[in-house]
């Protein structure tokens, strides 16, 4: 659900915004600089390392790397 917010920058920041965001996607480049800047969150963050267990080639990086002893060479 969106939200309404009224906020204050500095003029030159807004000439800036203005000069290189359409429009239209103002609202939305605010949210995505706002979200990166922010740090996940802890479900954003489980469902990620959940999804990211499921991929495949990361089992076969996993065995590359089980043969690779302290120092970084192949056993």
């Given amino acids: 659900m969106a939200v309404r917010l009224n906020i204050t920058m500095d003029e030159d920041i807004y000439a800036r915004l203005k000069k290189e965001v359409p429009p239209k996607k103002i609202s939305a480049f605010i949210s995505s600089a706002v979200r990166a800047k922010l740090h996940p969150d802890r479900k954003a963050l489980d469902e990620a390392y ?6 495949r080639w990361r089992e076969e990086l996993e065995d590359d790397w089980k043969n690779i002893d302290d120092d970084g060479w192949p056993t």
């Fill in 50 to 55: 959940r999804a990211a267990r499921k991929e």
